[in-house]
Nanobody, 120 residues
Framework: QVQLVESGGGLVQAGGSLRLSCAAS????????MGWYRQAPGKQRDLVALLESGESAKYADSVKGRFTISRDYAKNTVSLQMNRLKPEDTAVYFC??????????????WGQGTQVTVSS
């Protein structure tokens, strides 16, 4: 069973920065897409950014130019550098990965979420 563990959330003032990290552990053949989603209270979970091997990163329009996603393919980690944070970035941030298991099944795996709060 593959698990994703996030870290790096917290409270920051508007205009500040935070860096989220996510590490995958467990037995697997490979990870395709890794990315970040967020969910604000009373709202649906939305894509923030994702990165697939050999492809360009994809970002939500609301974070383009402020957030940067990166992966360490050898360590099965993904990070999200968030700069110039705004109060509307406040949400629970979830790490996500499409994992190919040892049995060649593709599992959609989610982390437990980490809270990001941006004060005005």
């Amino acid at each position: 069973q593959v698990q994703l563990v996030e870290s790096g959330g917290g409270l920051v003032q508007a205009g500040g920065s935070l860096r989220l990290s996510c590490a995958a552990s467990g037995l697997m053949r490979s990870i395709g897409v890794m990315g970040w989603y967020r969910q604000a209270p009373g709202k649906q979970r939305d894509l923030v950014a994702l990165l697939e091997s050999g492809e360009s990163a994809k970002y939500a329009d609301s974070v383009k130019g402020r957030f940067t996603i990166s992966r360490d393919y050898a360590k099965n980690t993904v990070s999200l550098q968030m700069n110039r944070l705004k109060p509307e970035d406040t949400a629970v941030y979830f790490c996500n990965a499409l994992v190919t298991t040892l049995g060649f099944r593709v599992d959609d795996v989610w982390g437990q979420g980490t809270q990001v709060t941006v004060s005005s």
